[in-house]
């Protein structure tokens, strides 16, 4: 009697994945058959991309606990506003800390632990190649980030671990909601978004699964941001200026 091989499911790991982008990300995995593990400030026990013990630990739990890792994702961020010659260093570093280090650290334990053939998606910004007045720490580490995608992307080409990132462009999410009750930001936004309208989590996931399969893309950093990146970015402090003095 002929026995059926049962295939166990695909592996993802999504850093940042309680909230916003990587809860979409995490859903749309879910969806679409992979066994996903979420790690989060707000997850039980909570997982801070910049404690390089609790990243690893996290990692190396699932792929013990699973038998195998096929994806690891990291949408964990963190934002602040401030002119450079006015921004205190603390913050600065505070930003940089999280999206940069903290993805560092990320890619390098997952670089490590996924398998052989599996794939490591970032998500970095529309700022990783748009400078937007009062937001230095932000745009450098997000610069920083995909420049650190393609260098970890050669690194791991040996193994067959395609290592990609998205940049998204506005999308309403808890990250963005502070910003978009400021009147005049929102509609700055999208005067400089040719496609006229905001992104949604859901279509960013979508992108996220392309690069999950995407046998042949490596070192990618994809711009989802209705064509943003053709036009300028909105000057956020002003606005606040405006809005607070």
């Known amino acids: ?119 490591i ?18 745009c450098s580490a997000k610069a920083g980030l995909a420049m650190l995608t393609q260098v970890t992307a050669l690194e791991l080409a040996g193994r067959r671990v395609r290592v990609n990132a998205i940049s998204p462009g506005l999308v309403p999410t808890p990250l963005t909601a502070p910003a978009l009750e400021i009147a005049g930001i929102e509609d700055d936004y999208l005067a400089n978004t040719p496609l006229g309208r905001a992104g949604t989590p859901a279509e960013i996931a979508e992108a996220a699964l392309y690069l999950a399969n995407a046998a042949w893309v490596t070192g990618e950093v994809l711009d989802i941001n209705g064509g943003a990146h053709l036009m300028r970015y909105p000057d956020l402090h002003a606005h606040v200026m405006r809005a607070f003095g």
């Open 121 to 138: 998606i970032s998500l970095t910004s529309l700022n990783a190649r748009q400078p937007g007045t009062g937001m230095a720490a932000y």
């Open 1 to 119: 009697m002929s026995q059926e091989k049962h295939e166990s499911p695909r592996v993802a790991a999504v850093f940042g994945g309680a909230s916003g982008i990587g809860a979409a990300i995490a859903e749309a995995l879910t969806t679409a058959g992979y066994a996903v593990h979420v790690a989060d400030l707000t997850t039980s026990p909570a997982v801070d991309v910049t404690d390089e013990e609790a990243v690893s630990g996290f990692l190396e739990q699932t792929r013990e606990g699973e038998g195998r890792l096929d994806l690891v994702v990291n949408s964990a961020g963190s934002s602040t506003l401030g002119l450079v010659t006015e921004l205190a260093v603390e913050e600065f570093r505070r930003v940089v800390d999280v999206c940069l280090t903290g993805a560092f650290i990320v890619l390098k334990h997952a670089g490590r632990l996924v398998d052989n053939g599996g794939s």
